[in-house]
């Protein structure tokens, strides 16, 4: 054997090639073994909310099976309609606008001002602790109706809503809490714009477009990858909000419902009320929501997302 891949090099070689790629299908098994059993302990939850979607089950007695009868539940639960209400509306506006404030620092930050890092750091802090209980209760401080915010109006003769106990001003106060932290998309949105070669906005000056046209033809079209980005991880994250609404209203979703998002029910089904078969049946509707929503933005991405390639 050894006579014979003397005797052919390329033998040789090829039987070297096959071992190296073994080895390296070896080593990428080995750094994806922890991710592999991570998997696992996240399937084996996945399989049995699946199956307690369809069943009768309140923690204290095994479940039952009752087919399908919680989703026929679901269509029928006037708080359904509310949370979902809710939810879409605090999305509609929470995702764009945040969106919109992440693009616009990140344009400011573009054009070369001194200390960026840290101006990076300021506006990127928010979005790591934003979602927390404690900046929760903070926000709910600051806007109380004895709050800091309804002081600073009243300075100038303004009397302050009750952003806490209004419905009307309830959900918009948990949206400004979203926007304000927008650093996350802002960072993800800086480093696009950095990728985008200078000769493009050469070009266009050279040929007279405005600062306005050149953001319309070269900026967004070659940061439409980026915003796609944002826009998916945006929508994932604000149609599963919970810990902002739990927080304000004490679990309770209040004022008035308006606070009741879908997830902050879904826990009062599970958790308050013990209705564990209900609750997955929603856990699964709100699955099939959002993958529904990121299917849709994946097929109409084709139509205004650009790639060099």
């Known amino acids: 054997m050894d006579l014979f891949e003397e005797a052919d090099p390329a033998e040789r070689l090829r039987r070297r090639r096959r071992r190296s790629r073994l080895d390296d299908t070896r080593s990428a098994y080995l750094f994806l073994l922890p991710w592999i059993i991570g998997m696992l302990f996240t399937l084996i939850p996945f399989g049995v909310s699946l199956w307690l979607a369809f069943t009768d089950y309140n923690l204290l007695q095994a479940p039952k099976f009752i087919g399908l009868d919680n989703f026929a539940t679901f269509f029928s639960d006037p708080k359904i309609a509310t949370a979902t209400r809710v939810t879409l509306v605090y999305t509609f506006f929470a995702v764009p606008i945040g969106m919109a404030a992440a693009l616009g620092v990140a344009l400011l930050l573009n054009r070369g001002v001194r200390g960026l890092p840290i101006y990076r750091s300021v506006f990127y802090l928010p979005s790591l602790i934003g979602g927390s209980v404690a900046v929760v209760m903070l926000w709910r401080a600051l806007f109380g109706y004895d709050g800091v915010i309804n002081k600073v109006l009243g300075f100038f003769g303004i009397a302050g809503p009750g952003w806490v106990t209004d419905p009307d001003w309830a959900l918009v106060t948990l949206v400004t809490l979203s926007i304000w932290g927008f650093g996350g998309a802002m960072v993800i949105f800086l480093a696009g714009l950095r990728q985008i070669p200078r000769s493009y906005y050469e070009a266009a000056s050279i040929d007279g477009a405005s600062p306005w046209r050149q953001f ?66 929603m856990a699964w509707v709100m699955f099939l929501v959002i993958a529904l929503f990121t299917a849709v933005n994946f097929f109409i991405s084709k139509y205004w997302v650009f790639y060099d390639d």
């Not at 994250?237 to 004022?255: A, H, I, K």
């Open 216 to 281: 319309r033809a070269v900026t967004l079209p070659l940061l439409s990858p980026v915003i796609f980005f944002n826009l998916i991880l945006g929508l994932i994250g604000s149609l599963q909000v919970f810990t902002q609404g739990y927080v304000f209203s004490g679990g309770s979703g209040g004022p008035a419902d308006s606070t009741l998002f879908y997830n902050l029910y879904l826990y009062q089904q599970g958790f308050q009320r013990f209705d564990m078969g209900y609750a997955s049946a």
